[in-house]
Structures are given as structure tokens and as C-alpha cells.
């Protein structure tokens, strides 16, 4: 077994840095802490769709300039949540075009009067495009739903005798073939079948394109001088952990930078001084995924402090990040984590649920996380798009492993793989870098979803982002996953990992579990032949309505899918002991999708519910997780009933 790419991504040092973001500014998670405060604006929202044919009368009449309120009538919207599934009205659930969410903010005094204080207004995620106004200035524009955008309001609230503020967001929801994920317009022109100016949203993608304001709104302070960035990459050499850091300010030229590192129990193992250098911790507790270890998913804390001395006297600024050290690398057949085979066991999500659409919930997050726990599953993928950084977060916490997404679903247009397209990928993949690049949960990322990689220029095109995506970050490898059932793949020769789709007996020789085995094994040998590379079979299930049962198994009942799952894991466990290094079941749960005959009422391809409620095969994935696990060499035999998901953990 060679191992021609480990140590690619253990080799660190300060010089790492050098490929900087073209992005401009950091996106540390707000924090409250001495220097900082934090006020959530969660809740309701006035909203109102654009229902004019041209979907710009709010910008004809410039709703963003009074209350939402005087500019016509407004419904109540939560926030986060998607728009479509909260209420009654059809045309609302299908809409597309520009919506408008409007709230008025409260602001303490200190934010408003204290000249030394930066207000800044962050966006978790608004699908798809977005432009802020305050109290009727435009503040900031992003494109792409599932990443945070920041706009510094400090002079609008500070500029008069106000003592709260009002945010404005236009959303538009439309894809086309430039965006990511890409769709398309279809104009119906046939006055005989459609009605004049009907349009429909056309897409390559099976979830439902759910829109609104889908993480929380914040409102957070630093000083005016500040820690915008820090960036945290460890490694190990014998028992001691390394932890290089390097740190942005912005504000002033000459700040005295200082960091501590505290363990788990709060001491501080290791300090250093100045905005780069290696912290070295003697017999270091590693971060395990938390399967692999007794003590997995340990933490310590980066304190960095700030000072500067200005005209106005001294300013100070505190900054707490969650760190892991722990170590990535592949080899031509293994997946490393902190030197060790990690076999990835685990699922696929959405961020999917019953009336709020792809709106984060904080008891959805926790009964997800009790779930995999109890399937005994150590790994996801964020499948299709980045989640939020609070399941990223609670990821570190647990010792749940990530295979992190961008959202490049459904690329198959030629015009979708053109330099417009290319440019604004590379953007998503350093905007994604930029918010993800500290958590140790993360282990790969995953640039796209089964993009047409035999047309000619996907070539180009995913050599392209892939290369980027590994300057950005060189510790961690990078791959795209692929439906191409028999490697003959454009993008594959630059990925690390081979990541692979199919659905053998459910979209090809549908009912026929017995060629499962001999397509499922053509598929890896001829992988591997190919690229000797390790193999994830990133995608595998079958559609299954719960409460259905056939005996012998027929399509859609609850003992096909039990069927093809086992005809799948037969051929899994021959090939994991050469060089299959993952398995990850299609789905978690049931999703929505957009309506069509294929579908009933969504995507039936979860082992849950959407309601997360079990089908069988979930216990069945569940006694072969728990099997895998205990299998795992490198960890003391863990009991099902230790992980229950129903033991109480602290968030
Ligand atoms: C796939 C896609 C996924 C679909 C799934 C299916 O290959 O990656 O987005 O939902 O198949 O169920 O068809």
C-alpha cells in the first residue's frame, strides 16, 4: 500500500498562509464575550412577495424606504424559516421572484453613542440572492443561500439621536444557469396552454428550492479595532500536539496580540504572543470522531486578546475558538484521521422539515444528533450545500465527521460550466473555506454533486475549482462526487478521494435486487482500477414509503429497501478491506421535493421519516453501524446503549 499522498496535508507551517482569500474580511462566528455583545433578531418578521408580473414594484416604488407597512399589506414571517410551507396560499409555496422581510431593531444606547463600538449586521443564510437596506441605505448584497454575509452599520446607527434601526431584505429565490446550485426560466409561450408572461423555475436538482431567511439575523459589536480572522491548522508530531495560528486584525497597524490555549478543564497548556506562530502541547489530547476513541472530540480553546493603544485611549478586543488537534491524510486506499483508518459509516442530509422548510430549529438540530447516535453513524455529508455553523458546531462537539459540501448540485448545462459559472463557484468554495476551515469535524471538502463531468468542459472546470479549493486550504483533501457508474470521469484525476453515486436495482434494473451484488462490485473494481484511489460510496437507497410491506420485497415497500441495503453491505464489506473507505446511506430522512410523477409527496429514500420517525431499515443500518464501530481497531468496544441518543448532553 503506497502512501503517495499522505503527509500532503500534515506538512504545516506558517509559510501555509501565503494563499490568502481574495475575499475581503474574516466571518468568526459572533460570539458574546467581554469585547462583544450579540442580539438575536429571531422572530417575525413583516414579509411581502412581489406579486407584479415584472416582480419589481418594491424596487419601482422603493419599498426600502419607509416601514413595509405603508407600502401595502404585509403578512407576519418567521425568522429563520422558509416562506413557502407556513401558510395557505399555493402561489406563495410555488413563488418566484423577489420577497421582502422587514424588522425594526432596538439597539442599546452604548451601540449607538459610543464612537469606539462597531455594529455589525450578519445574515446567516437568505436563498438565494439578497440585498439589506438600513433604515433605508443599502448595506450589502450577497449571492447564494447557505453562507453568512456581514454588513458594518456602525455609522448608521451612530450618525443621529435613533435608537433602533430598520432592516430591510429583498430576497429573490430565481435560478439560472450562472448560479449554485444552477436552474432555469422557462418561459411558456403557448397563449393556447399558458396564460400571458407564465413562467416556470426549471431545476437539475431533487430538494425542494426552499427560500426565505434561513438562519438567524444577528446584530453583534466589537470595538473599532478588532480580531477579524484567525485561522487555526494542527498537527502532531509524536505525542505533541501543534497548533499554528494566525491572526487578522483590522483597525489599526499596531495591536499586541496574545494567545492562550486552555484545555478542556481550563488551563492553559500554551501561550504565544504576536498575529502568527506554533503552539506546541506535550502529550496533547487529540480530536477523535467519537467511535474511533474513549475520550473523542476534545476541545481546547484559543484565547486571543488584543490590545492597541489609539488616539482615544486603549482599546482591547477577546476572542474564544474552539480548537481540535487532530491530523487528515489519504493514502492510495485509506483515509487517515490522526494516522489511523477511519471508515467513514454514515448518512446523507438535507436541512429539510415539516413547515419550516430549511428554516434552522434548534430541536430538529438535537433530535438529528440523538438519531445518529443511536445509528451508531460517525459521519455525514452535507449534502447538497453548506449547513449551518451550528450543526458544524455541535459536530466538533460529538465527534460527528463532515464531509462538507458546497452548493454545486445539478451543474449539467453547457452554460453552467462557463467562466461566469467557474468565477462564482471559486467564490462559494472560499466563502465556504473562510467560514468552515477551523472545525476539526470537517475532513473533506466536497466541491459538487454529480455535475455533468462527461461533458468537455467539465473538465476544465472542476480541475479548476478543486485546485483552488486545495489552495485555500492544503490540509484537507478535496473531491467532488460523481453518478458516473464506470469511471470514465473528467474531474476524477484531480480529486483525492473518490466519491461514487449509484442505484443499482432502484434507477437501473429497478426490482432486480439479485444484480445488486455483481454491478455494485463492477462499479469499485473498475473505480479503482482506474485511479487507485479510496472509494466512498457516497449514494446508495432506495425510495420506500413507510408502512408499506411486501414479502418477497416489491419497490417502495419497507423490505426492499431493507433488501437492497443488505445485497449493497455484502459487496461493502468485501471491498472495505482493500480500499472502500466510506459508506453513506441515501437518505437520513425523507425531503421534499419539487412535485413530479417520481415523487410522492418528496423523496422517500430516508431511513426516517420526514417526521424522523424509524422504517425498518434503519434498525438494520443501525446493528451494522454499531458492528462496524465495534470493529474499529483503535477503540475499546462501545456498547450501543452508551451512545443512546436519548442520554442528555449539553449544547
Ligand atoms: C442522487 C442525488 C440526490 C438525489 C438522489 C435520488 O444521485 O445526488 O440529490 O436525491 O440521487 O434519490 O435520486
Same mark, same amino acid.
Request: include cysteine; charge should be neutral; aromatic fraction near 12%.
Given at each position: 500500500?503506497?502512501?503517495?499522498?499522505?503527509?500532503?496535508?500534515?506538512?504545516?507551517?506558517?509559510?501555509?498562509?501565503?494563499?490568502?482569500?481574495?475575499?475581503?474580511?474574516?466571518?468568526?462566528?459572533?460570539?458574546?464575550?467581554?469585547?462583544?455583545?450579540?442580539?438575536?433578531?429571531?422572530?417575525?418578521?413583516?414579509?411581502?412577495?412581489?406579486?407584479?408580473?415584472?416582480?419589481?414594484?418594491?424596487?419601482?416604488?422603493?419599498?426600502?424606504?419607509?416601514?413595509?407597512?405603508?407600502?401595502?399589506?404585509?403578512?407576519?414571517?418567521?425568522?429563520?424559516?422558509?416562506?413557502?410551507?407556513?401558510?395557505?396560499?399555493?402561489?406563495?409555496?410555488?413563488?418566484?421572484?423577489?420577497?421582502?422581510?422587514?424588522?425594526?431593531?432596538?439597539?442599546?444606547?452604548?451601540?449607538?453613542?459610543?464612537?469606539?463600538?462597531?455594529?455589525?449586521?450578519?445574515?446567516?443564510?437568505?436563498?438565494?440572492?439578497?440585498?439589506?437596506?438600513?433604515?433605508?441605505?443599502?448595506?450589502?448584497?450577497?449571492?447564494?443561500?447557505?453562507?453568512?454575509?456581514?454588513?458594518?452599520?456602525s455609522k448608521l446607527v451612530q450618525s443621529g439621536p435613533l435608537s433602533s434601526c430598520r432592516i430591510t431584505v429583498a430576497i429573490n429565490n430565481t435560478l439560472t444557469p450562472h448560479t449554485l446550485p444552477p436552474g432555469t426560466i422557462l418561459y411558456k409561450t403557448d397563449t393556447s396552454?399558458?396564460?400571458?408572461?407564465?413562467?416556470?423555475?426549471?431545476?437539475?436538482?431533487?430538494?425542494?428550492?426552499?427560500?426565505?431567511?434561513?438562519?438567524?439575523?444577528?446584530?453583534?459589536?466589537?470595538?473599532?479595532?478588532?480580531?477579524?480572522?484567525?485561522?487555526?491548522?494542527?498537527?502532531?508530531?509524536?505525542?505533541?500536539?501543534?497548533?499554528?495560528?494566525?491572526?487578522?486584525?483590522?483597525?489599526?497597524?499596531?495591536?499586541?496580540?496574545?494567545?492562550?490555549?486552555?484545555?478542556?478543564?481550563?488551563?492553559?497548556?500554551?501561550?504565544?504572543?504576536?498575529?502568527?506562530?506554533?503552539?506546541?502541547?506535550?502529550?496533547?489530547?487529540?480530536?477523535?470522531?467519537?467511535?474511533?476513541?474513549?475520550?473523542?472530540? !476534545?476541545? %481546547?480553546?484559543? =484565547? #486571543?486578546?488584543?490590545?492597541?493603544?489609539?488616539?482615544?485611549?486603549? *482599546?482591547? @478586543?477577546?476572542?474564544?475558538?474552539?480548537?481540535?488537534?487532530?491530523?487528515?491524510?489519504?493514502?492510495?486506499?485509506?483515509?487517515?484521521?490522526?494516522?489511523?483508518?477511519?471508515?467513514?459509516?454514515?448518512?446523507?442530509?438535507?436541512?429539510?422539515?415539516?413547515?419550516?422548510?430549511?428554516?434552522?430549529?434548534?430541536?430538529?438540530?438535537?433530535?438529528?444528533?440523538?438519531?445518529?447516535?443511536?445509528?451508531?453513524?460517525?459521519?455525514?455529508?452535507?449534502?447538497? !450545500?453548506? %449547513?449551518?455553523? =451550528? #450543526?458544524?458546531?455541535?459536530?466538533?462537539?460529538?465527534?460527528?465527521? *463532515?464531509? @462538507?459540501?458546497?452548493?454545486?448540485?445539478?451543474?449539467?448545462?453547457?452554460?453552467?460550466?462557463?467562466?461566469?459559472?467557474?468565477?462564482?463557484?471559486?467564490?462559494?468554495?472560499?466563502?465556504?473555506?473562510?467560514?468552515?476551515?477551523?472545525?476539526?469535524?470537517?475532513?473533506?471538502?466536497?466541491?459538487?454533486?454529480?455535475?455533468?463531468?462527461?461533458?468537455?468542459?467539465?473538465?476544465?472546470?472542476?480541475?479548476?475549482?478543486?485546485?483552488?479549493?486545495?489552495?485555500?486550504?492544503?490540509?484537507?483533501? #478535496?473531491?467532488?462526487?460523481?453518478?458516473?457508474?464506470?469511471?470514465?470521469?473528467?474531474?476524477?484525476?484531480?480529486?483525492?478521494?473518490?466519491?461514487?453515486?449509484?442505484?443499482?436495482?432502484?434507477?437501473?434494473?429497478?426490482?432486480?435486487?439479485?444484480?445488486?451484488?455483481?454491478?455494485?462490485?463492477?462499479?469499485?473494481?473498475?473505480?479503482?482500477?482506474?485511479?487507485?484511489?479510496?472509494?466512498?460510496?457516497?449514494?446508495?437507497?432506495?425510495?420506500?414509503?413507510?408502512?408499506?410491506?411486501?414479502?418477497?420485497?416489491?419497490?417502495?415497500?419497507?423490505?426492499?429497501?431493507?433488501?437492497?441495503?443488505?445485497?449493497?453491505?455484502?459487496?461493502?464489506?468485501?471491498?472495505?478491506?482493500?480500499?472502500?473507505?466510506?459508506?453513506?446511506?441515501?437518505?437520513?430522512?425523507?425531503?421534499?421535493?419539487?412535485?413530479?410523477?417520481?415523487?410522492?409527496?418528496?423523496?422517500?429514500?430516508?431511513?426516517?421519516?420526514?417526521?424522523?420517525?424509524?422504517?425498518?431499515?434503519?434498525?438494520?443500518?443501525?446493528?451494522?453501524?454499531?458492528?462496524?464501530?465495534?470493529?474499529?481497531?483503535?477503540?475499546?468496544?462501545?456498547?450501543?446503549?452508551?451512545?443512546?441518543?436519548?442520554?442528555?448532553?449539553?449544547?
Open positions: 500500500m503506497g502512501a503517495r499522498r499522505a503527509g500532503a496535508w500534515t506538512a504545516l507551517g506558517p509559510l501555509l498562509w501565503g494563499c490568502a482569500l481574495a475575499l475581503r474580511g474574516g466571518m468568526l462566528y459572533p460570539r458574546e464575550g467581554p469585547s462583544r455583545e450579540r442580539k438575536d433578531l429571531d422572530g417575525l418578521w413583516s414579509f411581502r412577495a412581489d406579486l407584479s408580473d415584472s416582480r419589481r414594484l418594491g424596487f419601482e416604488q422603493q419599498w426600502y424606504r419607509r416601514p413595509l407597512r405603508e407600502s401595502g399589506p404585509t403578512l407576519d414571517m418567521p425568522v429563520p424559516s422558509s416562506f413557502n410551507d407556513v401558510g395557505q396560499d399555493a402561489q406563495l409555496r410555488n413563488f418566484v421572484g423577489w420577497v421582502w422581510y422587514e424588522r425594526e431593531a432596538v439597539l442599546p444606547q452604548r451601540w449607538t453613542q459610543d464612537l469606539g463600538t462597531r455594529v455589525v449586521l450578519r445574515i446567516g443564510s437568505a436563498h438565494y440572492y439578497a440585498i439589506v437596506w438600513v433604515n433605508g441605505v443599502h448595506v450589502a448584497e450577497h449571492e447564494g443561500g447557505h453562507l453568512p454575509f456581514e454588513a458594518d452599520i396552454k399558458y396564460p400571458k408572461g407564465y413562467f416556470v423555475q426549471d431545476i437539475n436538482f431533487d430538494f425542494f428550492n426552499y427560500a426565505g431567511l434561513h438562519r438567524s439575523v444577528i446584530l453583534y459589536t466589537t470595538p473599532t479595532t478588532y480580531i477579524d480572522d484567525i485561522t487555526v491548522i494542527t498537527g502532531v508530531d509524536q505525542d505533541i500536539g501543534l497548533v499554528n495560528y494566525q491572526i487578522l486584525t483590522q483597525g489599526s497597524e499596531h495591536v499586541r496580540l496574545e494567545v492562550r490555549l486552555l484545555d478542556a478543564e481550563g488551563r492553559e497548556v500554551a501561550r504565544g504572543t504576536g498575529g502568527q506562530g506554533q503552539l506546541q502541547v506535550p502529550a496533547a489530547h487529540l480530536w477523535w470522531p467519537y467511535l474511533m476513541h474513549e475520550h473523542p472530540a !476534545y476541545l %481546547y480553546s484559543l =484565547e #486571543v486578546s488584543m490590545t492597541a493603544q489609539m488616539d482615544a485611549g486603549p *482599546v482591547s @478586543d477577546f476572542y474564544a475558538l474552539p480548537v481540535g488537534i487532530r491530523t487528515v491524510a489519504v493514502t492510495e486506499s485509506q483515509f487517515l484521521i490522526n494516522g489511523k483508518p477511519f471508515y467513514f459509516h454514515g448518512v446523507n442530509k438535507h436541512e429539510d422539515a415539516d413547515v419550516r422548510g430549511k428554516g434552522f430549529d434548534w430541536p430538529l438540530l438535537v433530535k438529528d444528533f440523538n438519531l445518529l447516535r443511536w445509528l451508531g453513524a460517525n459521519a455525514f455529508r452535507t449534502s447538497h !450545500y453548506p %449547513y449551518a455553523e =451550528e #450543526v458544524m458546531q455541535l459536530c466538533d462537539r460529538q465527534g460527528v465527521v *463532515v464531509i @462538507d459540501e458546497c452548493p454545486g448540485v445539478g451543474i449539467v448545462l453547457p452554460q453552467s460550466f462557463g467562466n461566469a459559472s467557474l468565477q462564482h463557484h471559486l467564490r462559494v468554495m472560499e466563502e465556504l473555506v473562510r467560514r468552515d476551515k477551523n472545525h476539526p469535524a470537517v475532513v473533506m471538502w466536497s466541491v459538487a454533486n454529480e455535475p455533468s463531468s462527461f461533458l468537455k468542459p467539465a473538465g476544465y472546470y472542476l480541475k479548476t475549482v478543486i485546485a483552488h479549493t486545495k489552495a485555500l486550504d492544503p490540509t484537507r483533501p #478535496v473531491t467532488y462526487v460523481t453518478n458516473s457508474n464506470y469511471a470514465a470521469d473528467l474531474g476524477a484525476p484531480y480529486v483525492d478521494v473518490i466519491c461514487v453515486n449509484s442505484y443499482y436495482s432502484w434507477y437501473h434494473d429497478y426490482g432486480h435486487l439479485e444484480v445488486v451484488q455483481l454491478q455494485l462490485r463492477t462499479q469499485f473494481e473498475s473505480w479503482y482500477r482506474t485511479y487507485q484511489k479510496p472509494i466512498i460510496q457516497s449514494e446508495y437507497g432506495a425510495e420506500t414509503i413507510a408502512g408499506f410491506h411486501e414479502d418477497p420485497p416489491l419497490m417502495f415497500s419497507e423490505e426492499y429497501q431493507k433488501s437492497l441495503l443488505e445485497q449493497y453491505h455484502l459487496v461493502l464489506d468485501q471491498k472495505r478491506k482493500e480500499y472502500v473507505v466510506g459508506e453513506l446511506i441515501w437518505n437520513f430522512a425523507d425531503f421534499m421535493t419539487n412535485q413530479s410523477p417520481q415523487r410522492a409527496l418528496g423523496n422517500k429514500k430516508g431511513i426516517f421519516t420526514r417526521q424522523r420517525q424509524p422504517k425498518s431499515a434503519a434498525f438494520l443500518l443501525r446493528d451494522r453501524y454499531w458492528k462496524l464501530a465495534n470493529e474499529t481497531r483503535y477503540h475499546r468496544s462501545v456498547a450501543k446503549s452508551q451512545c443512546l441518543g436519548n442520554s442528555p448532553f449539553t449544547l
